[in-house]
Structures are given as structure tokens and as C-alpha cells.
């Protein structure tokens, strides 16, 4: 079994930045394509980044020219880091992972991480 946990999550000001990350147990990470999603109060899920095990990156409409996903398979770990961070940005941050090919879908995701709390003020 799989166990990701993420931190870095905390409050910042509008155009601001924030490094999360996401810390996965077990041998296989570099197998893996990993994805963080964030979900809003009253808003439905939604992808943030992702990167495949190849090494693509992918990016939410949102977030381009803003976020960078990247990841470091000999700690297990993979980053985000948030630069000129919105109000827009609050929301509770989700990584995940799935062996196989990468995949926007959140249904796609076999592991989860129990999130981590941004908050952006204005």
C-alpha cells in the first residue's frame, strides 16, 4: 500500500508564493505518474499540475505560467511550487498517484494524500 503526504500548505498574501510537497512511501515512485488536484469550498475538484513517470508536465488553464510541477524520484517526492499566488488559489491541495500513463481524470488516481490547507488573502 501507498501512503503520500503532503505539506508546505499555509496562509499567504496575494502574490506570494508557496512551495508543497508531497512525500510517497515505497520504492516504485519513479513508476508512477503523480498529479496534484484542489478542491474550493462549494467547488468541484480540479487538476492543478501533473507530471508522468516519463517526465511530461502538465498544467490546469488556471494555474499556467504560474505553478511548476516537478519531482525527485530518489527522495519519493514531488513539488509544487505556487508563485503570484490569487485569492482563487484557496482551496485544499490533493496529490495523487497511478501507475501507467498520465491522466487529467481524478477517477484515474489510485492514491491519495489527505491534503494540505492554502489560503490566499487579498
Known amino acids: 500500500q501507498v501512503q503520500l503526504v503532503e505539506s508546505g500548505g499555509g496562509l499567504v498574501q496575494a502574490g506570494g508564493s508557496l512551495r508543497l510537497s508531497c512525500a510517497a512511501s515505497?520504492?516504485?515512485?519513479?513508476?508512477?505518474?503523480v498529479s496534484w488536484f484542489r478542491q474550493a469550498p462549494g467547488k468541484e475538484r480540479e487538476l492543478v499540475a501533473g507530471?508522468?513517470?516519463?517526465?511530461?508536465?502538465y498544467y490546469g488553464d488556471s494555474v499556467k505560467g504560474r505553478f511548476t510541477i516537478s519531482r525527485d524520484n530518489a527522495k519519493n517526492t514531488v513539488y509544487l511550487q505556487m508563485n503570484s499566488l490569487k485569492p482563487e488559489d484557496t482551496a485544499v491541495y490533493y496529490c495523487?498517484?497511478?501507475?501507467?500513463?498520465?491522466?487529467?481524470?481524478?477517477?484515474?488516481?489510485?492514491?491519495w494524500g489527505q491534503g494540505t490547507q492554502v489560503t490566499v488573502s487579498s
Open positions: 495523487a498517484a497511478k501507475l501507467g500513463g498520465w491522466i487529467p481524470s481524478m477517477k484515474a488516481y489510485e492514491y
Open positions: 515505497g520504492r516504485s515512485f519513479s513508476r508512477y505518474s
Open positions: 507530471a508522468s513517470a516519463s517526465g511530461n508536465t
